[in-house]
């Protein structure tokens, strides 16, 4: 038995795909596709010979236009996975997920973890050592808080629940814009230059407010193309 655990770039959102799979059961699980890499994912899945279970979402990106909906075209019985708190998501999701919620995927669980602050309804997963962090907590740096429900103190308080991981845990963010690829939780508490664990509340809220970052080009069609898992890029 052993987890397959796959990294996957693209380029314009300088967005992480992941795919999961148990080699025994080749049960897989996917989480932040995007749209213009499905002919990637789809051919990497049928490459391994896996059977796509889980199509997760850790939010409703605004960079970025998911490819949810058009995987579960060639994978009808995968499942949407959405955070409970994206009610306009609600209506093409098969699991709306909250805290603790278990998504098995034969041997292996990836465990939900609610990680709002970049927008409401943001969530991270575990599964053994590793979490994906979704927009939450980047290598070095965390999400924005300016959009989509967004707030400084809950994302705050959201990884410093991350925080309380063992250090060794494996950090996995959705988007790097550096060229870096993993961290560890030891590393984001020493290091992160927006929330390291010797910053107050206080320090990070100032911190982010300080970004004054422009709002991403795609956001005016991504995010209602989003609130219906991709529906309308399957559809056009």
Known sequence: ???????????????????????????????DAVDIMIDRDTALLKELGLDLKFI???????????????????YPKAKIVIGMENVDAEACSDIMAGEGHILSIGNYDITAIETPGHTLGCMSYKIGNKILTGDALFIRSTGRC????????????SIHKLFKFPDTTEVYPAHDYN????????????????????????????????????????????VPANQSCGLVTAIN
Do not use: W
């Not at 996957?8 to 148990?22: G, K, M, N, Q, V």
């Not at 997760?56 to 060639?74: G, M, N, Q, R, V």
């Not at 030891?186 to 422009?214: A, C, H, P, W, Y």
């Open 179 to 222: 060229g870096l690829s993993v961290s560890t939780i030891g590393e984001e508490k020493k290091f992160n230059s927006m929330i390291r664990e010797s910053f107050d509340q206080q320090t990070f809220i100032k911190n982010v407010n300080n970004l004054k970052l422009s709002m991403p080009k795609k956001i005016k069609v991504s």
């Open 56 to 74: 997760i979402e850790t939010h409703i990106h605004a960079d970025h236009i998911t490819s949810a909906c058009p995987l579960k075209k060639f």
């Open 1 to 31: 038995m052993s987890l397959i655990f796959k990294q996957l770039f693209e380029r314009e959102s300088c967005t992480y795909t992941y795919l999961i799979a148990d080699s025994d059961s080749k049960e897989a699980a996917i989480v």
């Open 146 to 157: 300016d959009f989509q429900g967004g707030s400084a103190i809950s994302l705050y308080e």
